[in-house]
Structure formats: structure tokens, C-alpha cells
């Protein structure tokens, strides 16, 4: 529990104490926007690396040599806890920034810091929303900045192999920008959290990076469901991680 109080706290402390910095990168933005985009990003990539610590989480990257240099990409990962969003931060090298859930824009001040690092916001029950968001991530990764979908929609609470179906959908944003798909896994978040809610568990999370690939360049029965060839893609990247475990 006292984990749990201590990274409570520091996201409590950090939104309250931020507060003359986000009144700075307001005006940062109005000149320089990818400028403000980089400060924010390293901002948050710092205290989502002090949670960690707090967590006692250590994180094993693979495959960071799949991820493409000098372009904005679409990561495409299985999702189990919070966490897989902090080691997402913390591990790509460039802009990048999560798909959420619309509620998230309830809470004031995270959510001002989550459009500051890139974050868009679908509405899971309304399609015209929801579209106005896929062509927003279009538009983001035209800019140069990444994109990161859990298609599964929610957390997936089976077992990690069980990865529920993919949102098909949500794969349109790599095909209308044409930017290349980065499928990745992700092996231990639930364990430090989600599996004993209220408490932090110390633990080891791997997140693996698979092989780029772009959808029209599947053949035409993948590039039709072109979110189920990823759903496999990555269930075989987990397979294999289990194995090596």
C-alpha cells in the first residue's frame, strides 16, 4: 500500500505544482508548438520514470532497432494495465502520443497535460466522434508526430495470450496516412498493478517492438482485417516471449 500512496502522491503533486509550467508551454506553443511538444514530452517522460522507480518496475526493451528513425509510425499494442502507458512513454525515441478514452478529459490538469503530449480522445459510443478522431491521428501522424492504439478497445483482463478482438476501424489511421504499423507487446503491467488492486507490486515489464509493416502491402485478404493480422502478429510476439521467460 505504501507504494501506492507514494505514486498517488506524486501524480497529485505534480499536477498541482506543474500548473506556472503549463501557463509557460501555453506560450511556448503559441510560437513554437513542436517545441512545446519536446518540452512536454520530457517533462512527462521524466516523472513517469520516478514512478517507476517508486514501483520498483524494471523494464526490458526488445526490438527497439524495428522502430523506423526520421518518420512518425503506429504503434499497435495489447493492453493489460496503466503501466503499459508509462512504458510506452518511457521507451519510444520520438513524439509520440496515446489514443484514450474520452472520459479521461474529466479530470483537469491531466488532461492538459495529455493533449501537451499528444494525446487524442475517442468517444467509444458516438462513430461521428469517434471518426473525427481517426482522421485527428491521420492529421498528428502527417505531422510527424506517432501514434499509439490499444485496438482491443480496454483492458484486456484474460490471460495474456487471450488478447480480445481488435477494433478494425481503429486501423485506418496507418492506412489513410500510410505510415508503417509497429506491432508490440507488452508482458508484465497487470502484475504490478491490475492483479492486486489497491496495491503496487515491485516487478519486471518487457516490452518487445516487432518488424514494421505497411497494409497495403499485405496481401488482400490481411489488408482487409488488417486489425486481426496485428492481433496475430502480436500474440505471436507473446508466445514467444513466454517461451524465453
Given at each position: ?208 517492438y516487432g518488424e514494421p509493416f505497411y497494409i497495403k502491402e499485405l496481401e488482400p485478404s ?24
Amino acid at each position: 500500500m505504501l507504494r501506492f500512496i507514494l505514486v498517488a502522491l506524486t501524480v497529485v503533486l505534480f499536477l498541482i505544482l506543474s500548473i506556472p509550467l503549463l501557463l509557460i508551454l501555453r506560450v511556448v506553443d503559441h510560437y513554437d508548438t513542436k517545441r512545446r511538444q519536446r518540452i512536454s514530452l520530457k517533462v512527462i517522460r521524466g516523472v513517469f520514470r520516478l514512478i517507476l522507480k517508486i514501483a520498483g518496475v524494471r523494464i526490458t526493451v526488445e526490438g527497439r532497432e524495428n522502430i523506423p528513425q526520421g518518420q512518425a509510425v503506429m504503434y499497435v499494442g495489447n493492453h493489460r494495465g496503466y503501466f503499459d502507458i508509462l512504458t510506452g512513454y518511457v521507451t519510444v525515441p520520438d513524439l509520440m502520443g496515446f489514443v484514450a478514452k474520452k472520459e479521461m478529459l474529466r479530470y483537469p490538469l491531466l488532461r492538459t497535460w495529455m493533449k501537451y503530449v499528444n494525446c487524442l480522445f475517442l468517444d467509444r459510443k458516438n462513430i461521428k466522434e469517434g471518426l473525427k478522431t481517426i482522421l485527428a491521428a491521420i492529421a498528428q501522424i502527417k505531422e510527424g508526430v506517432s501514434v499509439w492504439i490499444f485496438p482491443e478497445g480496454t483492458r484486456n483482463e484474460n490471460g495474456l495470450l487471450d488478447l480480445l478482438e481488435f477494433h478494425e476501424g481503429s486501423m485506418k489511421i496507418a492506412e489513410k496516412s500510410g505510415c508503417p504499423i509497429v506491432p508490440v507487446a507488452i508482458k508484465g503491467t497487470a502484475e504490478i498493478f491490475e492483479e492486486h488492486i489497491p496495491f503496487i507490486r515491485p516487478g519486471r515489464v518487457v516490452i518487445r517492438y516487432g518488424e514494421p509493416f505497411y497494409i497495403k502491402e499485405l496481401e488482400p485478404s490481411k489488408r482487409k482485417f488488417s486489425g486481426a493480422y496485428t492481433r496475430e502478429r502480436i500474440i505471436s510476439m507473446l508466445r514467444e516471449m513466454e517461451a524465453e521467460s
